[in-house]
């Protein structure tokens, strides 16, 4: 059997069929098949924030999703394949070592829009986002059950920003951002600083307070169920991705990572995936 849930349901089944912290199961009252403490524990995802500046001119995305443009653009997507609707959205991005480690610790998604997100409605404006990512973070979060019953909800701390080293790199990165605003291709087009306000692009504590207001997902998470060598206590599967404890079980998503990769996810979980079929069809095995 292969599990491939993602990193916050793969815990959830593994705990809820017996598979995690022998105590935290035994005081929900499920019955512990594999005693592996790891599970859940080691959560990681990628943060990123929003540098908006209003433009002078109207030449961004706003407005072109509403009424008679977006009918122009749909016609001329059916008629030619060509125009706004080919577009990913994301028109530009970049990687960048802000903190002189040797090698890029930010990445940059560059959307010609004035986004929102789920809890903030988007800023009624022309203008431009370049939104820093931190690549590596170091800090942990968890996942745990709520009780044994499987339609309860799990109990989800992502620990962001617990390692006060992810809000130094995203402080730096939202500086670079800023940095890319007053950059004389951009400083030309850019009318005003929207978000933060223009009042805190050169507070550093103002800078903070605003990236601890505004950080969210990019939907990378990972590293619930994390790949360790036997001598790792919060190791949950070996290098053929077997699950400590059990028979005919393994895992193939982004919950096995150690540590998040430095970039998007996609291509490394199919990585995974190929390299699961190959140990599971004996196309491939490790060494003892």
Do not use: W
């Amino acid at each position: 059997m292969v599990l491939c849930a993602g990193a916050l349901e793969t815990p959830r089944l593994l705990m809820l069929s017996g598979i995690g912290d022998a105590e935290a199961l035994k005081g929900h009252g499920i019955a512990v098949a594999a005693d592996v403490p790891g599970v859940g524990r080691n959560y990681q995802d990628h943060l990123e924030t929003n540098v908006q500046c209003a433009t002078k001119a109207p030449i961004s995305l706003f407005r072109e999703d509403k009424g008679l443009k977006a009918a122009r653009h749909m016609a001329q997507y059916l008629a030619f394949r060509s125009g706004l609707l080919t577009s990913n959205v994301v028109e530009s991005g970049g990687f960048a070592d802000v903190s002189g480690a040797g090698l890029p610790d930010v990445q940059f998604h560059v959307l010609p829009a004035l986004v929102g997100f789920i809890d903030r409605d988007p800023i009624e404006d022309h203008g431009m986002s370049i939104n820093p990512c931190v690549l590596r973070p170091k800090s942990r979060g968890q996942v745990r059950l709520r009780s044994k019953d499987p339609k309860d909800r799990i109990v989800f701390d992502a620990g962001s920003f617990s390692d006060p080293d992810d809000m130094e790199v995203m402080l730096r990165g939202v500086k670079k951002a800023i940095e890319i605003y007053r950059a004389p291709a951009l400083a030309s087009l850019c009318r005003e600083f929207v978000l933060p306000t223009a009042a805190a692009v050169d507070d550093d504590e103002a800078l903070r307070g605003f990236i601890r207001q505004t950080a969210k997902t990019v939907y990378h998470p990972s590293g619930t169920a994390k790949m360790a060598p036997a001598t790792d206590p919060m190791g949950v599967v070996d290098a053929e991705l077997k699950v400590r404890g059990t028979r005919g079980l393994r895992v193939a998503d982004c919950s096995v990572m150690p540590r998040l990769v430095s970039g998007n996810t996609n291509a490394p979980v199919m990585m995974i995936a190929e390299r699961c079929a190959r140990f599971v069809t004996g196309r491939e095995s490790l060494p003892n």
